[in-house]
Nanobody, 115 residues
Framework: QVLVVESGGELVEPGGSLRLSCEAS????????MGWYRQAPGKQRELVAE???????NYADVVKGRFTISRDTAKNAVYLQMNSLKPEDTAVYYC?????????WGQGTQVIVSS
């Protein structure tokens, strides 16, 4: 069974921090990239951050300097450390795992930044 499972989303106050985790089942082979996307109500899904096999990363401008993506290749896991959270970061965050065959998506985890 192929699974991509996110965790860590919750309600947090503005300025706070949160760490999201994503684990992909180990029967997803030859992962080329893992990334985080988010979708806020009424908006399209957007890239937050991604990390590639070679270690290079890509961040949306609005999260640069605040969010950090990292991975644990042995665990088929990817993480998103989110600092200095803002209300506009509120969204469902989705993990994407990609290999040469296709993209695999998680079910999403809800992040709410509010006082």
């Amino acid at each position: 069974q192929v699974l991509v499972v996110e965790s860590g989303g919750e309600l947090v106050e503005p300025g706070g921090s949160l760490r999201l985790s994503c684990e992909a089942s180990r029967n997803i082979y030859s992962i080329g990239s893992m990334g985080w996307y988010r979708q806020a109500p009424g908006k399209q899904r957007e890239l937050v951050a991604e990390i590639f096999t070679g270690g290079s990363t890509n961040y949306a401008d609005v999260v640069k300097g605040r969010f950090t993506i990292s991975r644990d290749t042995a665990k088929n896991a990817v993480y998103l450390q989110m600092n200095s959270l803002k209300p506009e970061d509120t969204a469902v965050y989705y993990c994407k795992v990609a290999n040469r065959l296709r993209d695999y998506w998680g079910q999403g985890t809800q992040v709410i930044v509010s006082s």
